[in-house]
């Protein structure tokens, strides 16, 4: 048991004596979850057919970093980890781009109709994106911008902010919006063939 309490001590989030956090709880340990005032640009390459290669690119709130996901639909995983190096795949809130079944067939359906049925909230959009939404995503809520990456070759992605369902209506939700709205404003793809 000592172990066990050596290796969970190890994790645990840390906030500083006397600092107000904004009232979202850590997966990890129940202590509060503060975003950074500052961001970083996260990049990776998406191989397309032949020898494309697209470059892609956002912010990131600094309290999230990078992090390994062993799902083939999740890519640019990064999550809430403020005093880690990297983040760790499983914990939330989470940023990534994702083409899971839900993801997938809520683009899809957008792209065939023009509506997304059964979303809390839903905004229609041009450009790059097709839309964002506010949906149930298992046992949290998923915010996400629909689109098509890479010129289209990878269709029906959303870059997509997961988050606990605890949070509906309260600030910490409303900052945390921001950070995908970030994220989204600052989205680019760049082709190199």
Known sequence: ???FDKIT?????RVPPGKQPDGLQSPLTGGE???APSSYTTKEIFYGDGDSEYWTSFQVND???PAKSHAGEVDMLHTYAPNAGCGEEGTYPCLAIL???VVYTAVEEFKETGIVKGVLEYTPLSGTFY????IRYYEHLMYFYGMDCCEGYFENQGLCLIYPKSLVGTETERKLMAV??????SYREERKA
């Open 63 to 65: 309290a999230f970093k």
């Open 9 to 13: 001590e190890k994790f645990k989030l």
């Open 131 to 134: 839309f964002k939404a506010r």
């Open 180 to 185: 995908l709205d970030k994220a989204a404003e």
């Open 33 to 35: 979850i503060v975003l």
């Open 99 to 101: 083409s899971d079944d």
């Open 1 to 3: 048991m000592e172990a």
